[in-house]
């Protein structure tokens, strides 16, 4: 059982995960870890320790679908992972899938980034 977190009063925060092949949201799905770029582990480990809840949606470039969706369940730390066999990655982090399933971009063309000219979530 986990215990309340310290920030329930804090907003919840989504990002999408781009991913370069399907085979790293598998091995993400098997394990319950991702993986980003440095560039991305400062905005998410802000949002980890700032909001109550970072909920990530994948999304494999090109495919025109989310493949789910997971909560971070860690701060992303500086051990690396050779799984995805590819340099250029950060540290690991947990995560806790929540939805396995993948969803055109279509069903969700109502869903707009007001931070993003309200450009379509996709």
Same mark, same amino acid.
């Given at each position: =059982?986990? =215990? !309340? ?21 598998e091995i993400s799905q098997q394990q319950g870890i ?27 470039? +090109? ?13 992303? +730390?500086?051990?690396? =992972?050779?799984?995805? +066999?590819?340099?250029?990655? +950060? ?12 969803? !055109? ?18």
């Amino acid at each position: =059982s986990k =215990s !309340p977190s310290p920030r329930q009063n804090t907003p919840v925060r989504y990002f999408i995960m781009k991913s370069n092949n399907l085979q790293n949201i598998e091995i993400s799905q098997q394990q319950g870890i991702w993986s980003t770029t440095p560039s991305n582990e400062r905005k998410l480990n802000g949002a980890f320790w700032e909001s109550s809840v970072v909920y990530l949606i994948f999304s494999v470039q +090109g495919s025109g679908h989310f493949q789910g969706f997971a909560r971070m369940d860690s701060s992303i +730390g500086c051990e690396k =992972s050779q799984v995805w +066999g590819s340099a250029g990655f +950060g540290g690991v982090f947990k995560v806790e899938w929540i939805r396995k399933e993948s969803i !055109p971009f279509q069903f969700a063309h109502h869903l707009v980034n007001p931070w993003n000219d309200n450009k379509k979530v996709q």
